[in-house]
């Protein structure tokens, strides 16, 4: 960092926090929720808990290694080259899912304008892929000019929210949040589907451990903000999810397409329904554009150490990771086509839970690389603490894997194990 350069102080660390998790998921989840009653509410507890020892455990390790960034990087230095590049390979993996889940819900929040294109599976299959593709487009042409369509869309995403959690002050009705399992049994495995669920709206929590050099006193910002974003997330998540059940009945709920502009319509009338409709689509619009940005990034910095085939760090003319971005809209592309079959909300609902169950695994690894790495849990202050949250982080993680389901379980390690071909193809042609 040059010596003129302005520093990121707390409230900026804040908003980085929260603009990297707040993105589509919380605009749909509402309705994947619906059917778990008030258990989908603990479902939100439980993940911004478990979210939190996550933020700590990133924090911690950012700080004690300024110079490794990510769960890649903290894994590959606890674990050696393979589990990095399990983690790489599983990380890039939930970014293509999250980025094929985004895509839908942003045709999704289309219905009140094409409401017979939006029930069609088939037609929100490819107006998806058509979405995926056109910001693979925009972002080919420049990252500056991704960063302008990513400005000119975040401030839509937080309107919707705020209009939606303020009724639920207003509107709260005890009845929406009734616990619909029989057994205790049932129970729990509801309560971890309902987890691993919402915890998909707490993505990307880890870029918010941001570069120690880039901050100012980083030793007490970079975990500060990173709770304080992660808890302000939280209660807007919750606030806003108890004001779309509090407002429409749970079979409407259930079977709607956009939560938040159903609920909107039913509080102020159509014009708001339509407007807060706008709102989320641009707003799934602009997050899709940022995550497909990063599925193009994150490959072209692990191919840079070695660990990725070289195609992913090759630039194009206009310094963009060009096959980088094919490859990865491509993968996107593949899981919405291969699920073209199912409505939009079980699709939307299977994909975020494939793509939370491959973002799970590189947090399983961050989670226990501090004991590995010298310096960290072993030596320094508040070890103890530190170690305590670290196994939590662990086992947190661990069950959240698990409430993901065998169907997605089962395909996601099918996925992941699927990188190992390429790891020795990518080490055999480094050794001589």
């Known amino acids: 960092m040059s010596p003129g350069q302005s520093r990121i102080g707390f409230w900026m660390a804040v908003a980085l926090v929260m ?35 996550l933020a700590l455990v990133f924090a911690r390790m950012s700080r004690a290694h300024p110079a490794a960034g990510g769960p890649y990087a903290f894994t590959r230095l606890g674990f050696g080259d393979l589990a990095g590049f399990l983690v790489a390979w599983g990380y890039w993996i939930s970014v293509c899912c999250g980025n094929a889940a985004i895509a839908i819900a942003c045709v999704g929040y289309l219905e009140p304008f094409m409401p017979t294109l939006v029930r069609q599976p088939l037609a929100v299959s490819m107006m998806a892929m058509a979405a995926v593709w056109l910001l693979t487009l925009v972002n080919l042409w420049g990252i500056r000019e991704a960063a302008l369509v990513q400005l000119a869309t975040t401030v839509l995403k937080i309107l919707p929210l705020v209009l939606i959690g303020a009724a639920a002050f207003v509107w709260f009705t005890p009845g929406a949040f009734a616990m619909v399992s029989e057994t205790p049994r049932a129970f729990g495995g509801q309560l971890s589907t309902a987890a691993a669920m919402t915890f998909w709206a707490f993505g990307g929590l880890e870029s918010a451990t941001i570069p120690a050099g880039s901050v100012e006193d980083p030793q007490r910002t970079i975990p500060r903000a990173t709770m304080v974003g992660t808890v302000l997330t939280a209660a807007i998540y919750i606030v806003s999810t108890i004001g779309v059940m509090s407002i429409l009945p749970a079979s409407q ?10 609920a909107a319509g039913v509080l102020v009338g159509h014009w708001a329904e339509a407007a807060v409709a706008i709102g989320a689509a641009v707003a799934c619009f602009g997050a899709l554009n940022g995550w497909i940005l990063i599925s193009g990034q994150v490959p072209l910095a692990i191919a840079s150490d070695g660990l990725f085939p070289s195609v992913f760090g090759k630039a194009s003319s206009r310094g963009t990771p060009a096959h980088g971005l094919i490859i990865s809209s491509s993968l996107t592309t593949a899981l919405i086509a291969l699920n073209a079959s199912r409505g939009l ?29 010298d310096g960290d849990l072993r030596q320094s202050r508040g070890a103890r603490s530190s170690a305590v ?5 662990f086992g947190y993680s661990l069950w959240m894997i698990g409430g993901a389901g065998t169907e997605v379980v089962y395909w996601g390690f099918l996925l992941l194990l699927s990188g190992l071909p390429v790891f020795v193809w990518v080490k055999r042609g480094l050794t001589p």
């Open 345 to 373: 909300v079980e699709l939307f609902t299977f994909i975020i839970l494939l793509g939370t169950l491959n973002a799970l695994v590189p947090y399983v690894f961050t989670s226990l690389a501090g004991f590995l790495i």
């Open 19 to 53: 603009g990297n998790m707040i993105g589509s998921g919380i605009f749909l989840l509402p309705a994947s929720l619906a059917t778990y009653g008030g258990i989908g509410l603990l479902g939100w507890t439980v993940s911004a808990a478990g979210s939190i020892f």
């Open 389 to 393: 949250v670290a196994v939590l982080a």
């Open 253 to 262: 709920l259930r079977a709607s397409t956009a939560p938040f502009a159903d």
